[in-house]
């Protein structure tokens, strides 16, 4: 078992961080994806509660005081630990698991109840690594544009680290494929930066949101590419969002009528 001692200025006593090889290819079958989308306040937990789920951020409230699990919780921005303290604690106290970002070590006077996992950004591809590279756990593009674009992909084993598309659901599906899942369900990946999470409440802090900047230099690109090169007959996805901007040929929609038949 390799696990690795940290320390957090904040938390009591170390934290103990596992191996990203110790949960690849532990599971395989259906997972949701519990994005904070407005479309999310649907989704019926209980009903669907023996099923694994992948959270992150703000989202981690739908499972608060309902004895729900996640099985992994999911956070690279080191600004939400420090905006919604309360949320981002509670989602270290009731998750299975969580995939940090090694900066979180600062901010997090709760140390993670589960197993805690860091992540790591995949590396930075040359143009003349081609365009794209031939390589069985990263699908990798180079995008046009300025310096500051990082390489957009899909990586099938977060040891080799992960790619960023500006929305961390699209992590929650990188986790969703190394943890050996084969079926993925979308819940709550709207995408509209015009209408509030849905656990957001009038009068309170909201979390900046940038996904009108991002969507069409990262999050579609990278949607793009898991569409054509990742989504397979061992590798599904569904969108259970019927107000998503993912197009419905990029990732197929589905209802939470069609979630009992395709499981």
């Not at 191996?19 to 690849?24: A, F, G, Q, T």
């Not at 099938?156 to 929305?167: E, M, V």
């Given at each position: 078992m390799d696990v690795a001692q940290i320390h957090s200025p904040l938390s009591k006593?170390?934290?103990?961080?596992?191996?990203?090889?110790?949960?690849?290819n532990i599971r395989k079958g259906p997972v949701f994806i519990i994005a904070s989308g407005a479309s999310a306040k649907d989704f019926p937990l209980e009903k669907f509660a023996d099923i694994p789920?992948?959270?992150?951020?703000?989202?981690?409230?739908?499972?608060?005081?309902?004895?729900?699990?996640?099985f992994f919780y999911a956070c690279t921005d080191q600004g939400f630990s420090r905006e919604q303290p309360e949320l981002f604690s509670d989602a270290m106290r009731i998750s299975e698991r969580v995939a940090l970002s090694a900066g979180h070590i600062w901010h997090t006077p709760v140390a993670?109840?589960?197993e805690?996992?860091?992540l790591n950004r995949?590396?930075?591809f040359s143009w003349s690594e081609m365009v794209f590279r031939s390589d069985?756990?990263?699908?990798?593009?180079?995008?046009?544009?300025?310096?500051?674009?990082?390489?957009?992909?899909f990586s099938?084993?977060?040891?080799?680290?992960?790619?960023?598309?500006?929305?961390v659901a699209y992590l929650a599906l990188q986790i969703a494929y190394h943890v050996g899942f084969t079926k993925v369900f979308l819940v709550g990946v709207d995408l509209n930066q015009s209408v509030s999470r849905f656990y957001e409440e009038p009068g309170q802090y909201v979390s900046p949101c940038l996904l009108d900047e991002h969507f069409y230099t990262r999050i579609l690109p990278s949607f793009e590419i898991l569409?054509?090169?990742?989504v397979n007959e061992d590798f599904q996805v569904y969108n259970l969002s019927g107000s998503s901007r993912i197009p419905g040929e990029l990732i197929p929609r589905a209802t939470f009528a069609d979630v009992d038949n395709l499981i």
């Open positions: 006593g170390p934290l103990h961080a596992r191996s990203l090889d110790e949960c690849r789920m992948i959270t992150m951020n703000g989202a981690i409230s739908m499972f608060i005081g309902t004895g729900v699990k996640p993670p109840q589960g805690l996992f860091f995949a590396p930075r069985k756990e990263l699908v990798s593009s180079r995008k046009l544009g300025n310096g500051r674009n990082r390489t957009l992909g099938k084993n977060l040891k080799r680290g992960f790619f960023d598309s500006r929305t569409s054509k090169y990742v």
